[in-house]
C-alpha cells in the first residue's frame, strides 16, 4: 500500500505517509508540559506513525489560546519541553514536529471544556491586524503597530531556533484555524491601511515575513511546514486562489510542505463538516503548485485514506481523533510495524 511506505523529506525520512496532528491540550502550567503530556504524547508515539507533531506552542505568552497552552519563549520553556522530548525519544523512534502560533485575538480563552468559546474574565491583552474582535461577547484586541509586528516576526524565529536545539525534526507555521497568521492573511480580520494590509499582497506580508526569518535559522536538512487556510468558508472571505497565491511564495522560501486547512476566521462560518472536507482544497493546491502537501479533516477510514495517496491528491495525511479513540489502529495495518519490545506479545 503507497500510504504505507517511507517517505523521505530532505533527510528526515517518515516511516509511513499518516502523521498524528498536533492537539491542543491545554494543561501546561506557566507555558510547561506536565506529567499529562508525557503520557498522551508517549501514547501517541507508539501509534505507529510516519510522524508526531506536538500541539501548537506559542511564542510568546500573550501569543496563548488559553492560560494551559504550552510556550516556547526562553530557556525555561526550551528545558522543560527538551526533557520532554528526550522522554519520547526514550520509547520511540517516531520523528517528531512542533506547531509555533499566536493566538492573536483569540487569546485569553477559557479552557474549553470549562466554557467553550469564552474569554476570561481576568483578561491579557490580546494583539491583531485590526481592531475588530473575534466574536459577539469578546474584547476589542489592541491593533498591532509596526514595531510590536517586528517583535512578533523575531519571536516566531527565537521559537524555531529553540526548537531545532531541543531536537524536533519538524517545525510547521501554524498560518490558520483564525489565529494572529491567519487573522492577517484574511480579509475578514485585516483592513489594515499599511504595508501589512489591503490587497492580498500586503496581507501576505507578515506571514511571508516570519516564513523567511524562521528559514534563515532552520536547517535545511530537516522538514519546514507550514498550515496554511484554504477557504475561508465566508463571503468576501480568503479563498484557494488567495491560498494558492501564498503557497508559491512559501514554497519559493523554502518550506518543504504545506497543510491546508479551512475555517476558524470567526466562530460560525458556512463549513459543513463531512469525511474528508478539506482534501479537495488540499488537492488544488498540490496540483497548482507542486508543494508537498498534507490534508486532514476527518479523515478515519484507512481505505479511504489510501485512495486520496493512490490517487495523488494529497502526498500526507493528517489524523487526530482517531489516534485518541483507537489507538493501535494503524499498527493492525501494518505488516511490519515498529512495536515497542514490552508490547510485542501483544501483536
Known amino acids: 500500500m503507497k500510504i504505507l511506505r517511507p517517505y523521505l523529506i530532505n533527510s528526515i525520512q517518515l516511516p509511513n505517509r499518516i502523521t498524528v496532528a498536533p492537539m491542543c491540550q491545554y494543561s501546561g502550567i506557566n507555558g510547561n508540559p506536565t506529567n499529562w503530556h508525557y503520557g498522551h504524547l508517549q501514547q501517541l508515539s507508539l501509534t505507529g506513525a510516519g510522524l508526531l507533531t506536538i500541539e501548537s506552542t506559542a511564542v510568546s505568552y500573550d ?30 523512534k517516531i520523528p517528531l514536529g512542533i506547531q509555533i502560533s499566536h493566538a492573536g485575538r483569540k487569546g485569553s480563552s477559557e479552557i474549553p471544556w470549562i466554557k467553550p468559546n469564552c474569554p476570561l474574565k481576568k483578561k491579557w491583552i490580546t494583539y491583531a491586524p485590526s481592531s475588530i474582535k473575534k466574536d459577539i461577547g469578546w474584547p476589542i484586541p ?9 517583535k512578533i516576526i523575531k519571536d516566531f524565529k527565537n521559537s524555531a531556533i529553540r526548537a531545532n536545539r531541543i531536537g524536533f525534526d519538524c517545525l510547521e507555521i501554524h498560518m490558520a484555524h483564525g489565529y494572529l497568521l491567519h487573522q492577517f492573511f484574511s480579509p475578514i480580520s485585516n483592513n489594515r491601511k499599511d504595508e501589512y494590509g ?3 499582497k500586503k496581507r501576505c506580508r507578515l506571514l511571508i515575513e516570519i516564513a523567511e526569518e524562521v528559514r534563515k535559522v532552520w536547517p535545511k536538512n530537516k ?27 512559501l514554497k519559493e ?5 504545506v497543510c491546508v486547512s479551512s475555517g476558524g476566521i470567526i466562530t460560525k462560518t458556512n463549513l459543513i463538516f463531512k469525511e474528508g472536507y478539506q482534501v479537495h482544497l488540499a488537492k488544488i493546491v498540490k496540483k497548482k503548485t507542486k508543494i508537498i502537501t498534507r490534508a486532514g479533516g476527518m479523515i478515519s ?18 489524523v487526530a481523533r482517531k489516534f485518541i479513540n483507537d489507538p493501535t489502529w ?4 501494518q505488516k511490519k510495524p515498529y512495536i515497542v519490545n514490552q508490547y510485542k506479545r501483544c501483536f
Not at 496563548?64 to 525519544?89: A, F
Not at 489592541?142 to 517586528?150: A, P, R, T, V, Y
Not at 477510514?301 to 493528517?318: G, M, P, R, T
Open 63 to 92: 501569543g496563548r489560546i488559553t492560560l494551559g497552552d504550552l510556550v516556547l519563549k526562553d530557556k525555561k520553556n526550551e528545558k522543560e519541553l527538551k526533557k520532554l522530548i528526550n522522554h519520547i525519544k526514550k520509547y520511540s
Open 142 to 150: 489592541k491593533e498591532l503597530n509596526f514595531n510590536e509586528i517586528q
Open 198 to 200: 489591503g490587497n492580498l
Open 223 to 249: 522538514i519546514l511546514g507550514a498550515r496554511v487556510t484554504g477557504q475561508d468558508w465566508l463571503i468576501n472571505g480568503s479563498n484557494i486562489n488567495d491560498c494558492i497565491y501564498l503557497v508559491n511564495f
Open 253 to 257: 522560501i523554502g518550506i518543504n510542505y
Open 301 to 318: 477510514n484507512f481505505d479511504y485514506a489510501e485512495k486520496i495517496i493512490k490517487n495523488n491528491s494529497v502526498d500526507l495525511i493528517n
Open 330 to 333: 494503524l499498527i493492525k495495518m
